[in-house]
């Protein structure tokens, strides 16, 4: 008994062009997800960096002793206007030169340049605060770069004092 093995008829050239599509197709897939994937690390890196310096801005806030108990102090006024508009200027009048260095910078700022977010945005300081009109807030303007006074992808940390007086 003879098995009859018919041939293959060869691939057309509409049935390989599809093929080589859909290779290339899937390996574009491939890095587009590797690409979006690491993106979203750079994302997460930058709020962690971000976090920290906030934290580490408020730990050396005024009215706080070095066991994090609270002392009667006033703490410093800044409404961002136009000759202080981060804020910053009135931390730096009260402490900031001796807590500078140890806060995130991108490569290539200045030692004496303001304290800056993982995005490269100035952090804010306001006192009273946006959110906490009887306190301060100390807020970044998180990866849109938009002053939200604290609301939308702002990060913000703060708290009500009793020695503050609303702006509201």
């Not at 050396?60 to 000759?83: F, M, Q, R, V, Y």
Request: glycine share 10%.
């Amino acid at each position: 008994m003879a098995v009859e093995v018919s041939e293959r008829p060869p691939l057309l050239a509409k049935a390989k062009l599809a093929i080589a599509a859909g290779v290339l197709l899937a390996l574009c897939l491939a890095i587009l997800a590797s690409v979006a994937l690491r993106l979203r690390a750079i994302e997460k890196n930058r709020k962690r960096l971000t976090v920290e310096a906030l934290y580490k801005l408020r730990a050396e806030l005024p009215g706080w002793d070095d066991h994090g108990l609270k002392i009667n102090d006033a703490t410093p006024k800044a409404h961002g206007d136009e000759s202080d508009p981060t804020g910053q200027r009135a931390l730096n009048d009260w402490f900031l030169t001796k807590v500078l260095h140890r806060f995130y910078r991108p490569p290539g700022l200045p030692s004496e340049s303001i304290v800056v977010d993982g995005w490269g945005h100035p952090i804010l300081y306001r006192c009273p605060g946006p959110v906490h009109g009887h306190g301060w807030d100390l807020y970044s303007v998180g990866a849109n770069g938009i002053d939200e006074r604290g609301g939308g992808d702002d990060i913000l940390i703060g708290e009500d004092v009793s020695d503050v007086e609303s702006a509201r």
